[in-house]
């Protein structure tokens, strides 16, 4: 089995604000996608910045065989989701974008607006496979990238990019809060004997605070002394499978010329003891041949592919 994660960078039908801007354009795109798709062969792919339906519905139709769509129903103001390709019919069990109830609205500019909700919702899937029930849940967290009024991208001083910096830094705290919450209503406290998994695009790199915060209680990820050590904590916590990844392959972004990897599956107990396997890209490829991209969005608004790549794992 092959569950992987692969944000589609802004897949939209032609014509509209954010997508191509012509049919040929968006073929291009298609293909790109679907080619690396068709290659990847999951059996699950938890797929990020959907921006219209019926573009992925475009592209599981370019895919050979049957495939199942499953999509979050809360979009964020530009439309774009979170969702699922699936080779088996996969059943919702959660769709939300709630945090929660513990946790205060956060400061999101300079007037004083808040935000009580993740900016995308969290959507969350039941698929039977070969070995059981698996239940995973897909995520894109607040981005990095920053917006500033008047629909800017680069701001007015250094005071002004601190303080909206601190801003998506608060959300997308709080949205990792949020996912962590649904997680443990998906482990249900018994991750050593459930197939959970937690994917996305979580906007940070693997030591970053708010990707620490999915995992639970430290002292046993991949790669320390308590990795294969019973403990306690083993019932609720998601370990990343970063360290399984080839070091030359551990990225999935590269941003100013800096290689990031900030998509992210994170396992449960029973899940991550029959991985055999990780990756970014294609299985059996060479290191992600990824374009650079920087602070303006609209630049690759006609670029075919995505500007990230796939992360993948393979279960046993």
């Known amino acids: 089995m092959l569950l992987g994660t692969w944000n589609l960078e802004n897949l939209y039908r032609p014509g509209g604000p954010f997508g191509p801007k012509d049919k040929a354009a968006y073929e291009a795109k298609l293909a790109s996608l679907a080619a690396v798709i068709t ?3 999951p059996t699950l792919l938890g797929v990020q910045e ?4 019926e573009a992925l519905q475009d ?10 769509i499953a999509l979050s129903a809360h979009p964020d103001v530009r439309g774009i989701r979170v969702g699922f390709l699936s080779r088996t019919e996969p059943r919702v069990v959660a769709d939300t974008n709630a945090f929660p109830a513990q946790l205060r609205p956060v400061q999101s500019d300079d007037s004083g607006a808040e935000e009580s909700a993740t900016g995308r919702g969290l959507l969350a899937v039941e698929v039977t496979t070969a070995t059981g029930p698996l239940t995973v849940a897909v995520a894109h967290l607040k981005s990095k990238l920053l917006t500033y009024p008047g629909d800017r991208f680069f701001p007015r001083d250094e005071g002004e990019r601190a303080r909206y910096g601190t801003y998506a830094l608060y959300r997308r705290a709080a949205e990792a809060a949020t996912l962590r919450a649904l997680a443990d209503e998906l482990l249900a406290g018994d991750g050593r004997t459930r197939d959970v998994a937690v994917l996305g695009d979580m906007n940070d790199e693997v030591q970053a605070a708010t990707t620490q915060i999915l995992l639970g209680p430290p002292g046993s990820e991949i790669g320390t002394p308590g990795y294969d050590r019973p403990d306690q904590g083993d019932a609720v916590r998601l370990w990343d499978v970063a360290p399984l990844i080839p070091a030359d392959q551990r990225y999935s972004r590269i941003n100013s010329g800096r290689r990031e990897l900030i998509d992210h599956i994170l396992a449960s107990h029973h899940l991550v003891h029959r991985v055999t396997a990780a990756g970014t890209g294609l299985p059996g490829a060479e290191a992600p041949r990824l374009p650079s991209v920087g602070p303006d969005p609209a630049a690759r608004r006609e670029a075919p592919g995505s500007d990230h790549a796939p992360v993948w794992v393979r279960v046993e």
């Open 50 to 53: 959907v921006g219209e339906p």
């Open 59 to 68: 592209l599981a139709g370019m895919l050979g065989g049957e495939w199942h």
């Open 39 to 41: 290659e990847l062969d």
